[in-house]
């Protein structure tokens, strides 16, 4: 069956739920080559793209293949609500895999859940992942695919994968993480296919949409509900001190931030400084008065090519990139000090680079031009992996004696 949806245009073997890019055989035999997508672990299933109804016929049919996966489950970790917060999820997901895939768990005891490195069969069947014994063919557990917060792949190892779902019985978030003897991204694709036919199905069964299919002709009033409603980007908020911004020569460099601080602590009193509220959201950080929620700046984080905590624990400055050859440093003094507001655009900065890394195919990478030396993107780019670099370092060094 041929498909097409937001990711392009792949074929389905409906009885094995094998999918591939490249069209069948004559003889009707389904290739080896799984479909490849990278799955980001922000990813959630509530969030998939809606699809047309029209374009998958057999629906009730598709609902029932199966697809299923050799894993063995590594234990799982507690998560809190915080660690779903965007811009977080990503980094607390990783963290979870790299802390469980190296044997360096010592928070819980998960031999009482499904067995911690146990040899297990995940069987994605209609709406449901299912974990079951290879031996004995017992159930062991059963996750409503609806409720999975988040799902990703490992960075360190592909064969890593993980999904954080709420308990039923103590209602705890907890991130559930797996080595898998195939390619972990498999299972990824594998749930944002199940997810796509999910929402299909969803839509199909709303009678504004059938009555459209049904009868294209007839003038048809489409209730209001059938509209979605605008989603607000979720962010976090810091109350601190705005201490101006200024040009600034360089894109990059700590000692640009310094200097920067320097010239804005010396240059006015601290009676002069603007109480505002920063809100940290992973695709812009929004600088607001506290006295009349004006907006006094808005950022882009992809233009965000460096940030720093300053000599004073206090103090911290951001670079955006204006235009070519434009340079801004926004500087900051927090209470009690910088880690929460730096850690956040950290954070933010962290998921808009992977991001742009999952939405650009291995194929079309190599096919882009590279970018001039002197680039506002090349600028941008060095800055991102620049300043990860510094706050660790950074990290480091407030910790040693």
């Not at 949806?5 to 792949?10: A, E, I, K, L, V």
């Not at 055989?25 to 479909?35: E, R, T």
């Not at 998921?351 to 600028?379: E, F, G, H, I």
């Amino acid at each position: 069956m041929r498909v097409r949806d937001t990711s392009g245009t792949y074929y389905w073997h409906i009885p094995t739920g094998t999918t591939q890019w490249e069209p069948p055989s004559p003889l009707g035999k389904v290739g080896d080559s799984m479909m490849s997508s990278t799955m980001s672990l922000e990813t959630t299933p509530c969030e998939e793209p809606e699809v047309r109804s029209n374009q998958h016929p057999n629906l009730t049919e598709a609902l029932t293949s199966q697809t299923c996966f050799a894993v063995r489950s590594l234990g799982w970790v507690e998560m809190s609500e915080e660690d779903m917060a965007p811009g977080k999820s990503s980094v607390a997901v990783n963290n979870c895999i790299r802390q469980l895939s190296y044997h360096k768990h010592n928070l819980h005891d998960t031999a009482g859940i499904w067995g911690e490195g146990k040899d297990m069969l995940m069987v994605l069947e209609n709406d449901t992942m299912k974990l079951i014994d290879p031996l004995g063919q017992t159930l062991l557990h059963a996750q409503p695919i609806g409720s999975i917060r988040v799902w990703g792949v490992g960075r360190d190892n592909g064969r890593d994968f993980a999904y954080v779902a709420r308990d039923n019985l103590t209602q705890v978030l907890k991130c559930h993480v797996f080595r898998c003897d195939s390619p972990a991204k498999n299972i990824a694709t594998s749930l944002h296919e199940m997810c796509s036919k999910i929402m299909m199905a969803r839509k199909a069964s709303k009678p504004g949409v059938s009555r459209l299919n049904s009868d294209p002709g007839k003038p048809v009033v489409i209730p209001v509900e059938e509209f979605p409603a605008p989603k607000n980007e979720l962010f976090q908020r810091f109350h601190v001190y705005y201490l101006g911004n200024q040009p600034v020569a360089k894109p990059v460099g700590m000692d640009i931030v310094n200097e920067a601080l320097e010239t804005a602590m010396n240059g006015r009193d601290k009676n002069d400084w603007t109480p505002v509220s920063v809100n940290v959201a992973p695709a812009t950080l929004t600088i607001l008065s506290r006295q009349d929620e004006e907006v006094l700046s808005e950022c882009r984080v992809r233009f965000l090519s460096f940030m720093g905590v300053g000599k004073d624990v206090h103090t911290f400055a951001f670079i955006m990139a204006e235009g070519p050859h434009e340079f801004t440093c926004h500087m900051f003094w927090c209470e009690p000090n910088a880690a929460s507001l730096s850690e956040a655009v950290q954070a933010a900065c962290m998921l808009r680079y992977q991001k742009c890394l999952d939405a650009r195919p291995p194929s079309l990478a190599s096919c882009l031009p590279t970018p001039p030396a002197d680039s506002v993107a090349r600028r941008v780019k060095k800055g991102v992996q620049s300043l990860l670099g510094s706050f660790k370092s950074y990290r480091s060094g407030s910790q040693s004696p």
